[in-house]
């Protein structure tokens, strides 16, 4: 079952034993889900969608907000800003799409700008989980609490859900670190079989795990792989070392208005976050690996 | 506590001087000031929400919160500076009584409908300036759709959009489902009544005409 489909199961399945929980859609989503008392969708309208979550959360309710990343993130900016921060209440944003899973939308439906925009507002916690079991974990978490967070399907997943909160080690090495960030687990593990690099694994992002980055990276060398806008973590993995002479490649969906149709894969594969990819941006990066 | 003793309609006009130190006040705040007695004075009860949404010229606001004794006398002198809690657009995590930040234009009615969707009564003020901003129309398009009958909105009409057009603000809402009283927006029994004028199966629109 992909993680969408697990988001609304798992959803619907919560609905009657939290009587707080309240979920607001604009259209996309409406099928999946139950009709409920507390399911509202207000049609195709995301700027509204936003102000209801945030009138809901003042009532004390505990909103989960949905939809495409860009009709979710960017069309209703102000309103995620001003409804939900400066009002201070929160609600669970939940997006699906990712960066390019919508491919054969266009540039439309794809939304690889959505964890800068949104780390860029004070207050957000942002889960990229890589596989629909982290997914599910993550979002009954969020329920219990009343802060602002971002949940990023993919219908992109590694092999296996990774346990464990924040920055987990995988494989130690005094060399170079190579973080992974959710579903880029995957061919990240694929590109550094043969490789003497360390692997972390990251399934939220913010707020980034200074301390534990500090302690996994032993050497001078980081490789941060993020399935959205390259370098969107850079400026937290330099806070982070700020006191150590340290080098960061910094690998994701490059900026550009990227007009490719065609499949997932594809756009992955173009963007260079395939394994092949991956390990031809290490051996650029890293002497030892070419 | 002589600051919290509750002032009358009278009281206004230095209470907004306090804030500004004129005697000339704000075209902007002074448009609002007669609904918000209104609201204040006669209409909202004690469970109900009063949304600011046009928050632009907010000392007629914070006059009548004082007056009702929700916001401190004190407050009310150094409006603007920097350790004020009162400035040009009000910030519910600062103010005594302010249910929602506002400033930005169109954000209160769509936070309005979703505090109504849960039974509270809200009651929203907007300006007919505001309108122009088309994040309202989500949310008088919405609300009138499903027959939210616990949201009244209020909009000043003073003519203040740029492409004002007399009338077109109550035809709209009428359109789209609501039930609609146009009232002189001076007169405090003609607004009482209009407010009194809602349905139980449909959002309420009280346009209160002002002239500039």
Redesign the interface.
Known sequence: MSMRQRFYRAAADVLDDEPRLAI?LADIGASQLPKHPRV?N??I?E??M??????????G?RPIVHSYTPFLVERPY??VK??LG???VGAILVSTGASYDASSEGRTHQAPEDVGLLSALPGWTIHVPGHPDEMERLLVQSLAGDDRVYIRLTEESNHAPVHGDGLVVLRESDGPLVLAVGPTLGPVLAATADLDVGVAYLATVRPFPAGALRAAARGTDVVLVEPYLAGTSAAEVSRALVDRPHRLLALGVPKGEFRHYGEPEEHRAAHMLDADGIRRSLEGFLPAAA | MATLTPLGYDDLPRLLTLQTGDEKHDWSSLSTIDVLWVLYDRVLGPDDRFLLSKGHGPTAYFAVLAAKGLLPLDDLTGFGTFDSRLGHHP???LVPGV???SG?L??G??????????G?RVYCLVGDGELDE??NW??V??AG?IGLATLTVVAIDNGSSTYHWPGGIERRFELEGWSVVVADGRDHDVLEAAFAASTDDRPHLVVAEVRR
């Open positions: 607001v509202f207000v049609g309208r700027q509204l936003i102000g209801v979550a945030a009138g809901l959360a003042l009532e309710y102000e309103q001003l409804d400066h009002q201070d | 910030d519910r995590m249910e929602i930040s930005s169109g954000h009615l769509p936070i309005g409908v979703g505090m109504a969707l849960t509270r088309g994040s989500e949310a398009q919405w759709r």
